[in-house]
Structure formats: C-alpha cells, structure tokens
C-alpha cells in the first residue's frame, strides 16, 4: 500500500488515538495485581445504521481488554477524554467506547461520524486504513486493495468469522480504524495482519455486516449478544469416492456430528 498520498481529500477529524492502560489479573495469585502495560490504538465515530441521528465510537476488543483506563484524543490534540467501555464482545474482536457525560459535547463538537457501507467490497476495490501506527503522532493513512474476502481465525477469538483481507500496511496502533472506500463510506475495522515472516502486506479488516450485528445485538440488549453457532461438524465432499457414497453426486458438506445441546439437534 501507499504512504498518505492518497488522503488528500480524507478529513481524519471522526478517528481518534485510543491510549489504554491495562492490568492484567494475576490468575495465580488473585489477591496481587500485575504490572500496568500500556498501548495505543485506534478508534472512530460511527452513524448507527439503524437509528438516525444514533453514533457509537467504535474500537477493536483486544486495545481495551483488561482496561484500567482509557483515554481518547482527538486529531492534532493533546487534551485527552477519559472514555469507558459500554460493550466488549471478544469474539468478534469489537468493543463500544463512552466518553464521559461531563466531556462529552466538547469531545463531539465538529465530529461527523462516518457511515457504514451495508455491501462488502469486492476483489480489487480500493480501500484507505486510516489510523494511528507507531512512528508517529498524527493520524495515517494507507491505501491498498481487497485481495481476499474468506472466513478467518480472530486472533481475540476463540472462532472464525468473515475477514477481508487487504494489502495496506496494518501496523500496531492501527487497530480499530475504520478502513474506508472511495466513497469515504466505512467497509470496516482495521484489526490484525499476518506477520509470519514469510509474508509481507497482509492484513486483516472485520467487515460491516459482522459490525452491524455486533452493533444491532447491543442495542437490542444493551450488552454483548454474541454470534450463532450451527453447533454441528462438517466437511467437504471433496472425494469423488466420498460423493458416491454419501448419494451427493454434485458435491456439497457432510454433517458428521451434530452436539447434543445445539440448536441443530432438534432438526
């Protein structure tokens, strides 16, 4: 991907710096606590799909887990905005940041939260990460392509959900900018890259149906609502023996097992 050439036009005034410090518990011996980190990532202002006039700040769940404090700055300022988190969901790797009451209409003054595109990029379409990396203080851009949109492993989670993957540069910081398309519409949440030494330009971007729904489950609920489970195992009828044995000439899955308490088992 490129450096910020291509940000001429894109005003970073709904993305904002996330510093954390987090203390882990200490499992072992729980009357102690563990030694304070600190990290900085990223966050944005988001319209709500559903509700107009509705914003969320939204940031990934792995920049505040454990949080003891989180606080926000906006672009090009030093003052900072002690937020708290309304909702983590661990599995997607999302979570909902409140500025306090007391701060928040000066926090918001001349924000304009970005919108959220409903349909997923297609392969090849242009896509701006916008964020705060390290080796810097002021916001980045980096533009590339969708190379990949496939379920993939959240490294947060313990599953795999739908991921698009992009060739712009997704570096510690970026976590839980927005990543945008040409129209400046938001495609979804900056989150992880794939560093394993082999590989170069990879990352990862959670797409906007999964934060539409983690979005829609806690205004329904007010909390974390979680995603569904099929609850069965299955595999590919990719044997040509396999099909014949199974009756599915035109291929298809094999349900191997389904779990005795999942929805599934009533079928």
């Known amino acids: ?98 500025v306090e009451e007391e701060e928040a209409a000066a926090f918001w003054e001349g924000v304009e939260p970005l919108r959220l595109c409903r349909r997923l990029p297609s392969l090849n379409d242009r896509v701006r990460v916008c964020g705060y990396p390290i080796g810097g203080e002021n916001a980045s851009v980096t533009e590339g392509v969708v190379s990949r949109v496939d379920m993939q492993p959240y490294r947060h989670g313990m599953g795999s959900l739908l991921a698009i993957q992009i060739d712009a540069a997704i570096n510690p910081g970026n976590s839980g900018g927005p990543a945008l398309n040409a129209r400046r519409q938001c495609v979804g949440v900056a989150f992880q890259s794939l560093k394993d030494g082999d590989t170069e330009n990879i990352g990862y971007v959670i797409p906007a149906e999964v934060v539409e729904q983690f979005i829609s489950g806690f205004r329904r609920s007010g909390r974390y609502a979680g995603f569904g489970h099929h609850g069965f195992a299955w595999q590919a009828l990719d044997n040509r023996a396999l099909r014949e044995a199974v009756g599915a000439s035109r291929g298809g899955v094999l349900v191997k097992r389904v779990e005795p308490a999942a929805p599934a088992a009533a079928l």
């Open 1 to 98: 991907g490129s450096g910020a050439g291509g940000s001429g036009d894109f005003d970073p005034g709904a993305v904002f710096r996330v510093l954390t410090t987090h203390v882990e518990p200490y499992y072992t011996m729980p009357w102690s606590t563990s030694p304070q980190t600190t990290s900085a990532a990223s966050a944005f202002a988001l319209l709500d799909p559903a509700a107009e006039g509705g914003r969320y700040l939204l940031t990934n769940a792995h920049a505040v887990h454990h949080a003891s404090l989180v606080e926000l700055q906006r672009p090009g300022e030093d003052a900072k905005f002690i937020a708290r988190v309304v909702c983590r969901g661990e599995d997607c790797d999302l979570a909902l940041l409140e």
